[in-house]
């Protein structure tokens, strides 16, 4: 299932059968987040943060029944909500933790770990408690505000992506810089890069089996593989399009480890199969999955692809 998004949306898979996946919309006149479950049978819930601290961005956590959002105030809400397949509702409560002198500009939850990161216009990032809503850790100062979040979800690693401010006047895309941290807060690696990191993701195969990477699409439309462990270069994948080359937007890799999927500037969507059980760079294809022109009221850079595989064990 592919849906596609701009930066006022967000979807999130159903974690099980008895609830439903869910659609989260904001950045309305009136300040609302509207939710839209995938039961068409049931009406949108509304919910209203403060005014005065505009919604900048969500994620949904323990089995979809905590919606948490960021504003601009840098606070962060926690609205715990009704999702099964007969009903979405909100219980009426709402917990509101203040950590950020900035707005927050990213989320990222790690619902093994039940955690959940999030960074802010002020150069932090902070860990919280999803189970118990409370401050758990922060990470160190960054150079800049923080513009990306991944987490692993066997190690429960956090990787945090910032603009290297002494290149940010010289180009209009600033370099970034990508570090990872342990779950406890401890710096594991830094790593300077020569041009802008738009997105990050993690692979998931079993540790001790498998060395996991973190993958990472670049401005100029390759995308870059480094070891979770220590941030060592693996290989890359060349944008495949011809110049001028199309930024990669959005990634995400399948369960299996074997499928990874980028969407791009130009309105593609790329699927990279990895032909062989030990598959090195040169084995790998991809293949075209959809064209999309972008439409009238669309946002140009602001569009990006995603996809969900819902898989029940």
Same mark, same amino acid.
């Given at each position: 299932?592919?849906?596609?998004?701009?930066?006022?949306?967000?979807?999130?898979?159903?974690?099980?059968?008895?609830?439903?996946?869910?659609?989260?919309?904001? @950045?309305?006149?009136?300040?609302?987040?509207?939710?839209?479950?995938?039961?068409?049978?049931?009406?949108?819930?509304?919910?209203?943060?403060?005014?005065?601290?505009?919604?900048? /961005?969500?994620?949904?956590?323990?089995?979809?029944?905590?919606?948490?959002?960021?504003?601009?105030?840098?606070?962060?809400? =926690?609205?715990?909500?009704?999702?099964?397949?007969?009903?979405?509702?909100?219980?009426?409560?709402?917990?509101?933790? %203040?950590?950020?002198?900035?707005?927050?500009?990213?989320?990222?939850?790690?619902?093994?770990?039940?955690?959940?990161?999030?960074?802010?216009?002020?150069?932090?990032?902070?860990?919280?408690?999803?189970?118990?809503? /409370?401050?758990?850790?922060?990470?160190?100062?960054?150079?800049?505000?923080?513009?990306?979040?991944?987490?692993?979800?066997? &190690? @429960?690693?956090?990787?945090?992506?910032?603009?290297?401010?002494?290149?940010?006047?010289?180009?209009?895309?600033?370099?970034?810089?990508?570090?990872? $941290?342990?779950?406890?807060?401890?710096?594991?690696?830094? &790593?300077?890069?020569?041009?802008?990191?738009?997105?990050?993701?993690?692979?998931?195969?079993?540790?001790?089996?498998?060395?996991?990477?973190?993958?990472?699409?670049?401005?100029?439309?390759?995308?870059?593989? $480094?070891?979770?462990?220590?941030?060592? =270069?693996?290989?890359?994948?060349?944008?495949? =399009?011809?110049?001028?080359?199309?930024?990669?937007?959005?990634? /995400?890799?399948?369960?299996?480890?074997?499928?990874?999927?980028?969407?791009?500037?130009?309105?593609?969507?790329?699927?990279?199969?990895?032909?062989?059980?030990?598959?090195?760079?040169?084995?790998?294809?991809?293949?075209?999955?959809?064209? %999309?022109?972008?439409?009238?009221?669309?946002?140009?850079?602001?569009?990006?692809?995603?996809?969900?595989?819902?898989?029940?064990?």
């Amino acid at each position: 299932e592919v849906i596609v998004m701009d930066k006022y949306s967000a979807y999130f898979p159903s974690a099980s059968p008895s609830h439903c996946s869910l659609l989260a919309t904001w @950045g309305s006149w009136d300040n609302a987040m509207m939710l839209t479950s995938s039961n068409d049978d049931l009406p949108p819930l509304s919910l209203h943060p403060h005014p005065l601290d505009r919604v900048s /961005c969500c994620e949904c956590v323990c089995n979809g029944q905590v919606l948490v959002s960021g504003g601009t105030a840098g606070s962060l809400s =926690f609205w715990h909500i009704s999702n099964t397949q007969q009903e979405l509702s909100s219980t009426g409560r709402v917990t509101i933790l %203040r950590g950020h002198d900035g707005p927050v500009t990213c989320m990222a939850a790690c619902r093994p770990y039940s955690i959940i990161v999030t960074g802010s216009m002020d150069k932090t990032c902070i860990i919280w408690d999803t189970n118990r809503i /409370c401050f758990v850790n922060s990470l160190g100062t960054h150079e800049s505000a923080i513009g990306i979040i991944a987490t692993s979800p066997t &190690l @429960g690693d956090i990787a945090t992506v910032c603009s290297n401010t002494l290149q940010a006047q010289q180009s209009r895309f600033p370099p970034s810089i990508l570090r990872v $941290w342990t779950i406890n807060g401890r710096l594991v690696g830094k &790593l300077t890069l020569h041009q802008q990191l738009n997105c990050l993701c993690y692979s998931s195969a079993p540790e001790g089996v498998y060395v996991n990477v973190i993958i990472g699409g670049l401005a100029d439309g390759s995308i870059h593989m $480094w070891s979770s462990w220590d941030l060592s =270069f693996i290989f890359s994948i060349p944008c495949p =399009f011809k110049s001028p080359s199309p930024a990669v937007l959005s990634l /995400c890799i399948s369960s299996c480890s074997r499928e990874l999927y980028a969407g791009y500037s130009s309105q593609k969507l790329l699927a990279w199969v990895k032909l062989k059980q030990e598959a090195c760079p040169d084995d790998l294809e991809y293949i075209v999955l959809t064209s %999309r022109e972008t439409s009238s009221n669309a946002r140009g850079l602001d569009t990006y692809y995603t996809l969900h595989k819902h898989i029940y064990i």
